[in-house]
């Protein structure tokens, strides 16, 4: 409706001679800025309906209420001429509002008292109207209304990123967890609903008034609470100390209750997420519009900072504004006693200090005190911990179906359609199996069945496995102790370029080619299998020398025996330039094995082979593994593939993994501790020296507990446990590159000072 005519309904139905007519931009209606000599106002036109016509005058009664409320502004209706207080003209309504005077809280200083102001203020207009009885405001059922949160899941797909959209899923997951439960137990009653800082007032340092009731509707109190932190946190260092001066205030009038404290995390996150969802789809209507993308941005980020806060430590934060005890903790060494009643001790714990996990989310894992890890350590979780679609998949899945292979089903075809797909041709047989480990045994197994030979030759410091056959096959376990190397193992020795004499251009792997084929020339006849990790992790993420992997195969196949590649560890793009370790060396092994990330933290794994192999094997006894390929497992594998692919998880880990790689390295010409930075992708080594040349364990250890004292994981392996492994969830970006670089930097730093 174009200016002239609002000029007219303002005289013919108020009586207003207008000097001047703006227009201000919203979401249901479209508004304009009145002035009339000395007076302003608001001008509200909405499209006409029966249901939108009820609804303003609901919220009509609602500001006689607020009025009623000393010391604070909020709208007035004007009456039209012939005393309507909504006018109708053709298919449009009209409603005149009082023009609400003060500075925006989003153009001021957050001060301390400030923000208890708000709170108190917020309270203030909650006591007078959240028990009013407007019916049409209690059925009223909105996409903004926390209450009707998973309303907003239908607007996901439009967020463009893919990353971004699983942030987002994430959090629609966890209110299903830990909101939804409680709703039964919540107060209810009328609230504003949308008390961000382009609604809210302030005059003289305190908050004097509201605008823009739109919102509101008859939802959870706490809710009020929820959204008037959301904003009032964006942009803030430390945006918990700012909504407890929120929560404080509004305490002080209307005594919060702790089952609203403890889901108010959550809540924050449903906020940010109802925004970010909304301006997605809004965006596609009117891409240019400034009032939906105004708080866009800052939503974004206060997520992503969101989701590194600890929701314990969100939860104490809360409390403790309200004057409520903190969450209760568990003493760590009583926990510890009774685990180790429970559970024997040769199952190690990691580090000095032992961490009591809680709950996870993508690169980072939260304890049970309230403080959040960075994980670069965890590689199995490799598409981040608790990634909603793979959680979804399985959650589907078992509440349909969970059997077994004697019958036929859809996950199954599906998942081992996908997964051959990334494997050359003739590796084109799948047997699906519960672990890595038991893969292991299986391809130990298949290779002895089609070659009818008995020995195995591995590397040294390799690691496949905790069943007999793949202890007998892990040097790395069989040379700290049980029984010892057996009879039929070939042990030979690790292909390390790094002090090896030979540079890793050809010279190395030439060098370690020729020591291994003498062995498989000494055993001609006798070696069934060869296995090797392309990068052999427990040996200290150690990158084979290149050419090696091409004369150890064509050697073993030579005098009859079958090539394994383990890609337990470094397997699905995890290496950046590579889906899989062994297309690093130019080589395709005749069996590979796969686990741990395969299933993202779900048991899942299996062995891809020939049709060849698998013929031999087809012997008689039939082969069956009671959980392997079963449909949760297969459905929670496909959506593995699916989110690597879908949110380019490979190129993140080649990216994230060069930029850390290159600021490691620059780390060696300040630290002459630092012998060697080796890997590719997110499976880096980094190899710590003393200054007389040799392995320095200590140093090693101290650097893994002091990253864990500042909240970063990583381990430690190689022959002298000196050997930093940093293999994180491939959610790792290049600023928690920088704060492990960082972090690093300082421990070494102080070393040198305390020597």
Not at 84 to 112: A, S, W
Not at 151 to 156: A, D, G, S, T, V
Not at 512 to 536: C, L, M, W, Y
Request: proline share 3%; charged share 20%.
């Amino acid at each position: 409706m174009n200016i002239k005519t609002i000029k007219q309904v303002l005289k013919s139905d108020y009586g207003l001679k207008v000097n001047q007519v703006s227009v201000l931009e919203g979401y249901d209606s479209v508004n304009y800025k009145i002035k009339t000599g000395s007076k302003t106002f608001v001008l509200k036109q909405h499209q006409y309906s029966k249901e939108t016509t009820a609804l303003l005058e609901a919220e009509n009664h609602i500001f006689e209420q607020l009025n009623e409320v000393k010391a604070y502004d909020f709208p007035r209706t004007i009456q039209s001429i012939d005393n309507r207080n909504v006018v109708k003209n053709d298919d449009q309504i009209f409603r005149l509002l009082t023009f609400v005077e003060g500075e925006f809280l989003g153009d001021i200083d957050h001060t301390p008292s400030l923000l208890n102001s708000f709170g108190v203020f917020l309270a203030k207009m909650d006591h007078r109207i959240h028990k009013c009885y407007q019916a049409d405001i209690i059925s009223k059922k909105a996409l903004w209304d926390l209450q009707h949160f998973k309303l907003n899941y239908k607007l996901l797909n439009y967020i463009t990123n893919p990353r971004d959209r699983s942030l987002v899923d994430y959090f629609f997951l966890q209110f299903d967890q830990h909101v939804y439960p409680k709703t039964d137990q919540l107060r209810k009653g009328i609230i504003h609903n949308d008390a961000n800082d382009w609604n809210v007032l302030s005059k003289n340092g305190k908050i004097s008034g509201i605008i823009d009731f739109g919102d509101m509707c008859h939802s959870w109190l706490i809710n009020e609470v929820a959204i008037a932190i959301t904003y009032i946190m964006m942009k803030k260092e430390e945006p918990l100390k700012a909504a407890s001066n929120v929560i404080q205030g509004y305490h002080s009038i209307i005594p919060l209750e702790k089952q609203e404290l403890d889901i108010l995390y959550y809540l924050v996150a449903a906020r940010l997420c109802t925004s970010v969802c909304n301006s997605a789809y809004t965006k596609t209507i009117r891409p240019d519009s400034e009032y939906i993308t105004i708080s866009e941005k800052p939503a974004w980020n206060l997520l992503r900072k969101w989701i590194s806060i600890n929701p314990i430590k969100a939860k104490d934060s809360f409390r403790k504004a309200a004057e409520f005890s903190p969450t209760n903790k568990k003493n760590h060494l009583e926990e510890l006693q009774k685990r180790n009643k429970n559970i024997s001790q040769v199952l190690s714990l990691s580090y000095d200090q032992p961490i009591y996990m809680n709950q996870s989310a993508f690169q980072y894992m939260y304890d049970t005190e309230g403080n959040t890890f960075l994980d670069a350590y965890n590689n199995i979780m490799l598409v981040g911990h608790c990634h909603p679609k793979v959680v979804r998949a399985g959650q589907k899945t078992m509440a349909r179906l969970n059997t077994n292979t004697r019958y036929l089903y859809d996950e199954l075809i599906a998942y081992s359609e996908s997964l051959l797909a990334r494997f050359p041709n003739q590796l084109n047989k799948v047997f699906f199996v519960n672990s890595g480990s038991a893969a292991s045994d299986l391809a130990i197994r298949m290779a002895m069945t089609h070659t009818n030979k008995k020995r195995i030759m591995t590397l040294e410091h390799g690691y496949h496995g905790n069943t007999k056959v793949g202890i007998d096959i892990s040097h790395y376990k069989y040379r700290q102790g049980g029984s010892g190397k057996q009879d039929y193992i070939i042990t030979t020795p690790m292909p390390k370029a790094f002090e090896s004499g030979y540079a890793d251009n050809g010279n190395a792997g030439e060098y370690f080619g020729k020591k291994t084929k003498h062995q498989i020339k000494r055993n001609s006849d006798e070696i069934a299998a060869f296995i090797a990790e392309p990068i052999v992790g427990c040996g200290g993420q150690v990158p084979l020398a290149h050419g090696y992997l091409n004369k150890v195969y064509s050697a073993i196949r030579e005098q009859g025996g079958v090539c394994i590649s383990d890609e337990v560890q470094v397997g699905f793009g995890r290496l950046g330039d590579y889906f899989w370790g062994y297309e690093m060396y130019d080589v395709v092994p005749d069996m590979v094995i796969i686990g741990k990330p395969m299933g993202n933290g779900h048991p899942i794994g299996a062995v891809i082979t020939t049709s060849e192999i698998a013929s031999s094997f087809n012997n008689g006894m039939e082969f069956f593994s009671s959980f392997g390929g079963n449909p949760v497992s297969c459905a929670i594998g496909n959506s593995i593939l699916n989110v690597i692919a879908d949110e380019e998880l490979q190129q993140q880990a080649k990216k994230v993994g060069d930029y850390l790689i290159t600021q490691l390295k620059q780390l060696q010409f300040q630290f002459d501790e630092i012998a060697d930075v080796r890997g590719s992708g997110l499976f880096i080594g980094v190899e710590i020296y003393n200054m007389q040349g040799q392995p320095n364990t200590e140093l090693a250890q101290k650097i893994k507990n002091g990253l864990r004292e500042q909240f970063i994981l990583i381990g430690t392996d190689g022959p002298f446990d000196n050997v930093l492994k940093i293999k994180p969830p491939l959610y790792f970006n290049e600023r928690d590159a920088e704060i492990l670089v960082h972090a690093i930097t300082q421990i070494l730093v102080d070393s040198k000072k305390k020597l």
